[in-house]
């Protein structure tokens, strides 16, 4: 299997059933017709996260996810994924969902991104969260 790698940083945080995760992950990422060569996701604060928005993408506002596509040939992943664990425990806690329900979404979320889906308009957002209840219900784990 390809090297999908959870990371921290300024955080203390361990990731659930890595194996189960990692798996879900690559069979989405080879569902949707594309390989894995790297994908690094890194759990971080929200203060953190901020710092990363406001110096690569001019953005001054939190957020749970930001994914940098790294990949240089067509069809072959390899980006980093920076997640907010403050911030997935909030939204958890806004949409009355368990902080795994969330956590798995995201990391989903930021996945889709890697394969083409987008979510600026209402019409994306709605393919982009289909796409997202699709995959969460493949997690078998």
Same mark, same amino acid.
């Given at each position: 299997?390809?090297? !999908?790698?959870?990371?921290? @940083?300024? !955080?203390?945080? &361990?990731?659930? $059933?890595?194996?189960?995760? =990692?798996?879900?992950? /690559?069979?989405?990422?080879?569902?949707?017709?594309?390989?894995? +060569?790297?994908? $690094?996701?890194?759990?971080?604060?929200?203060?953190?996260?901020?710092?990363? $928005?406001?110096?690569?993408?001019? %953005?001054?506002?939190?957020?749970?996810?930001?994914?940098?596509? /790294? *990949?240089?040939?067509?069809? !072959? !992943?390899?980006?980093?994924?920076?997640?907010?664990? @403050? +911030?997935?425990?909030? /939204?958890?806690? /806004?949409?009355?969902?368990?902080?795994?329900?969330?956590? %798995? +979404?995201?990391?989903? %979320?930021?996945?889709? %991104?890697?394969?083409?889906?987008?979510? &600026? *308009?209402?019409?994306?957002?709605? &393919?982009?969260?289909?796409?997202?209840?699709?995959?969460?219900?493949? =997690?078998?784990?």
């Amino acid at each position: 299997m390809a090297a !999908i790698t959870f990371f921290e @940083e300024d !955080i203390s945080y &361990k990731l659930k $059933n890595k194996t189960a995760v =990692r798996k879900w992950i /690559n069979n989405t990422i080879e569902a949707e017709g594309y390989k894995l +060569r790297e994908l $690094n996701y890194i759990f971080c604060s929200d203060d953190y996260l901020l710092q990363i $928005n406001q110096q690569y993408l001019d %953005h001054d506002t939190y957020t749970d996810i930001i994914t940098f596509d /790294n *990949s240089e040939e067509e069809g !072959i !992943i390899v980006a980093d994924i920076f997640i907010s664990v @403050e +911030r997935v425990q909030e /939204n958890a806690a /806004n949409f009355k969902v368990t902080e795994t329900q969330e956590l %798995h +979404r995201v990391i989903i %979320h930021g996945a889709l %991104h890697l394969l083409g889906y987008k979510d &600026k *308009s209402d019409t994306d957002k709605k &393919k982009m969260t289909s796409k997202e209840d699709f995959y969460l219900d493949k =997690r078998g784990f």
